[in-house]
């Protein structure tokens, strides 16, 4: 099984910075990609940084260019940087990691974005 914690969330100020962890714990046969999410109440969980393998990066695009996604393999650790930070940022953030053919999901740890 496979557990992922994350750490980092918090109160955070509009056009300030923040850094997301995911520690990952557990038996996988071959991590295919690891990545973010994020929710909001009544949305979709959508994609906020997701990579591969392969070194293939992939942005959901209201955070290109602001949020940066980066791994430690030898820790099992993923981060996510925030940068410039705005309102609609608000969210619970999600760590990933996909397994094929299955998906673990951490608990969530929530960022708010306010002044």
């Known amino acids: 099984q496979v557990r992922l914690v994350e750490s980092g969330g918090g109160l955070v100020q509009p056009g300030g910075s923040l850094t997301l962890s995911c520690a990952a714990s557990g038996t996988w046969f071959s991590i295919y990609a690891m990545g973010w999410y994020r929710q909001v109440p009544g949305k979709q969980r959508e994609l906020v940084a997701r990579?591969?393998?392969?070194?293939?990066?992939t942005y959901g695009d209201a955070v290109k260019g602001r949020f940066s996604i980066s791994r430690d393999n030898a820790k099992n650790m993923t981060y996510l940087q925030m940068n410039d930070v705005k309102s609609e940022d608000t969210a619970v953030y999600y760590c990933?990691?996909?397994?094929?053919?299955?998906?673990?999901w951490g608990q969530g740890t929530q960022v708010t974005v306010s002044s």
């Open positions: 990579t591969t393998r392969a070194g293939v990066t």
């Open positions: 990933n990691l996909y397994d094929p053919p299955n998906y673990f």
